[in-house]
């Protein structure tokens, strides 16, 4: 009876595997055509059904380009569904009996009917995916003219390098629709002398020398601000850029904690859920194998030590009665069972954070794969949160992680870091690597750094660095 429902068991899961295999067309098909009929939706609602491009409305940059890349991914899920739908189909009519020269039950009137009305149905929609895949085979590039939420290439090498201190040109309009004030003028409203000189063209800027016009720049650029302010639809533009920037500040909040909760959530569950009782169903069968390192089983014997000192002091003091051979004996075995049992958690929980972080690791990366849009907004909220920096706060903060990092009392924190990190996955904690690695990373980090500024930021933001080097001082 036992076998027989075992058998039972096994032939409705493979039933319905079976079924789910057999349904893998039909599903991969309707979520490629539920894709195209969130393109046609967009297309309908915010391009007068017509195909995405820059010239049927009157957007502003970002949020033509928020629309192409919500088509981009439709089209990229379109193609892989239809992709799968090619694939299990094929794979169905190879599994068949009839493709191995058996014939199957002949199908009723009434199912051939329902045959032809399905497949009718599958033409309409393969028909609909296809003409859009055809009108979308080469997508209109990215809107050049203000900050993308979702830039097609990356930054030029000189703000890919630094987006921290990178500089704009004049008259730069950021996300927000608001001038982003340079590296120089960030120090105060005004602007200081050095960005007043660069704007006149005295001063040649990371691109190479600027050039000269007769009228000083800074005038230029209050005229084009009145003009922008006594502009009608100017009052338009400022509360767009407004929404456009509280959605960009919600979208790149919520994915920063996506970044750190899914991790840790991850971690946590499969330490409690899948890993601790794995780990705890292994070493159960094995109670000998308490200490994983020598140095936990070295500080077991020395606790247990500690116990028989303690209680023969309190003996000496009279703080208890003296025990007897064979009572000290009893009482050393109950301490020593709650030695043992704590070390063989702390050596349980050790190799339960090895699997935990690994999956941890895992659930970050397929978030960060998975995730270029999101990656792309958090880089263009980061890069517009950062540029309002003075110079006074970017040297501030430059001198503070190098402080902390690469600085005279960093030995330390590396140390505390190293001791930690071994405690977590139950490594010895061997203090001749400990000490190799505090001589050698932090000196090879500081060179780079040092590299980093004499390369790239004194060309990017002299300003700044000139700040930094006096504080340093």
């Keep these: 009876m036992k076998s027989s429902s075992v058998l039972n068991q096994l032939g409705r899961a493979f039933a319905g595997l079976r079924g789910w295999v057999d349904r893998t067309p039909d599903r991969a098909l309707e979520q490629a055509y539920e894709a195209i009929l969130k393109i046609q939706a967009i297309e309908d609602e915010h391009f007068d059904g017509k195909t995405l491009a820059p010239e049927v409305r009157d957007y502003s940059a970002n949020v033509y380009n928020y629309f192409r890349s919500e088509i981009s991914q439709q ?25 191995f020269g058996f014939e199957g039950d002949r199908p009723s009137d009434s199912r051939a009917e329902d045959s032809l009305a399905r497949d009718g149905l599958i033409l309409e929609k393969l028909q609909l995916i296809d003409a859009t895949l055809d009108r979308y085979r080469i997508l209109p590039p990215f809107a050049s003219d203000a900050r993308a939420l979702v830039p097609l290439e990356p930054a030029a090498p000189s703000s890919s390098l630094s987006p921290l201190f990178a500089q704009a040109k004049p008259g730069e309009r950021n996300g927000r629709g608001l001038n982003r004030p340079s590296a120089s003028e960030g120090s105060r409203p005004g602007g200081s002398r050095e960005g007043s000189r660069a704007g006149e063209g005295s001063r040649s ?119 007897g051979e064979s009572e000290l004996e009893e009482r050393m075995e109950l301490e020593a069972a709650e030695v043992y049992r704590a070390f063989q958690g702390r050596g349980s929980d050790a190799i339960k954070n090895v699997f935990s972080d690994l999956l941890a690791v895992l659930a970050f990366v397929v978030i960060l794969v998975t995730s270029n849009r999101q990656i792309a907004i958090l880089k263009t909220f980061m890069d517009e949160l950062i540029y309002g920096l003075s110079d006074s706060a970017k040297a501030f903060i ?69 700040t930094y080097r006096n504080m340093n001082e």
Aim: charged share 25%; no cysteine.
């Design 398 to 466: 430059i001198i503070l992680f190098t402080d902390m990092f690469v600085g005279f009392h960093s030995p330390h924190g590396w140390e505390v870091i190293l001791e930690g990190v071994a405690r977590h996955f139950g490594l010895p904690e061997s203090r001749s690597f400990i000490f190799l690695f505090i001589a050698t990373f932090p000196v090879i980090l500081d060179t780079v750094f040092k590299y980093w500024i004499f390369r790239y930021l004194n060309r990017i933001s002299p300003s700044a660095v000139a």
């Design 75 to 99: 089209l990229r899920l379109a193609r892989v569904r239809l992709g799968e739908f090619r694939t299990s189909q094929t794979f169905l009519k190879l599994s068949s009996p009839q493709a």
């Design 205 to 323: 800027g990371p691109g190479g020398p600027r050039q000269t016009s007769f009228v000083p720049r800074s005038i230029l650029g209050t005229f084009d601000r009145l003009r922008r302010d006594l502009d009608p639809e100017a009052e338009q533009e400022v509360v767009q850029s407004f929404r456009i920037s509280r959605a960009q500040t919600a979208l790149a909040a919520r994915f920063v904690l996506i970044l750190v909760i899914v991790p840790l959530l991850t971690h946590h569950l499969s330490k409690a859920f899948v890993v601790g009782p794995a780990v705890d169903y292994f070493r159960r069968d094995r109670p000998e194998q308490v200490f994983i390192n020598g140095e936990m089983e070295e500080e077991a014997f020395g606790e247990i030590q500690r116990v028989r000192d303690r209680l023969e002091f309190k003996m000496l003091t009279h703080q208890i009665p003296r025990l």
